[in-house]
């Protein structure tokens, strides 16, 4: 199973569920909170394993003490792995190299999972740091729910945000460009454009600069293999990106 994803993340994250035994788990279960129609973990590299749980046999059908931020992780579906796999890889390695503030980062994805039924299952989820110390990341927590608005395409979505991320979204679309993805801030420019905006009028609502613009929108171009910017909204509203 280890082998299905990258090899940063397969050298970081076990099989290990959670022992709600533990103090840990008791205190957690106290403080992080529990809503209807969510799951949420908080996994330690420090220790190796889980050490808190909840909701997961509602949403994937397996239960809170058998979970594993493995099993999560796996249960991707096939179209939507590779991009995935990649994702946790370099937001994995692109923390590595944050030393302050690393409890201000986080990143979501909107992804579709298999469920222990073999139902496919839309998500959205957000992976933060949780705890800290001296540079390192000690704890991550998730929350995932199930996307009921409307459907996945092929395309995935994702966002970066914390104090320094401006450099994140550009160079994941470097490293991906091979993968049907597209950033918050990419979206973000593609839907004004839908909407009649010039590159000059989105770089103004952006507060951003008008080759900042055509960054985010031109190379979706080839990356989507399409020739023009009709055909590139076209496009995104086919694959449920509008």
Do not use: C
Not at 22 to 42: C, D, L, N, R
Not at 99 to 106: A, E, H, I, M, T
Not at 210 to 216: D, N, T, Y
């Amino acid at each position: 199973m280890k082998d299905n994803f990258g090899k940063y993340t397969r050298e970081r994250v076990s099989d290990i569920p959670m022992d709600s035994n533990t103090a840990i788990y008791k205190e957690y279960k106290e403080k992080v909170p529990q809503f209807i129609g969510q799951a949420s973990y908080i996994y330690s590299f420090e220790k190796n394993r889980m050490l808190f749980a909840n909701g997961w046999e509602d949403l994937l059908g397996i239960k809170d003490e058998d979970i594993t931020l493995l099993k999560i992780i796996s249960s991707t579906s096939k179209r939507h792995a590779n991009f995935s796999n990649e994702l946790n890889d370099k937001g994995l390695q692109y923390l590595k190299n944050i030393k302050v503030d690393l409890d201000k980062y986080s990143f979501t994805i909107e992804v579709e999972k298999i469920h222990k039924n073999g139902e496919i299952i839309p998500l959205f989820s957000r992976i933060g740091v949780y705890k800290s110390y001296n540079g390192n990341i000690l704890e991550i927590i998730g929350v995932s729910e199930r996307i009921h608005s409307r459907k996945l395409g092929n395309i995935m979505q994702y966002a970066a945000y914390g104090p320094i991320t401006s450099g994140f979204e550009e160079s994941l679309n470097e490293q991906l460009f091979n993968e049907l993805g597209i950033s918050r801030k990419e979206k973000e420019a593609l839907e004004l454009a839908s909407k009649g905006y010039a590159f000059k009028e989105i770089a103004e609502k952006l507060n951003v600069s008008q080759s900042a613009i055509e960054k985010r929108i031109i190379p979706l171009y080839k990356r989507f293999g399409v020739k023009s910017l009709p055909h590139l909204i076209s496009f995104a509203y086919d694959n449920h990106i509008l």
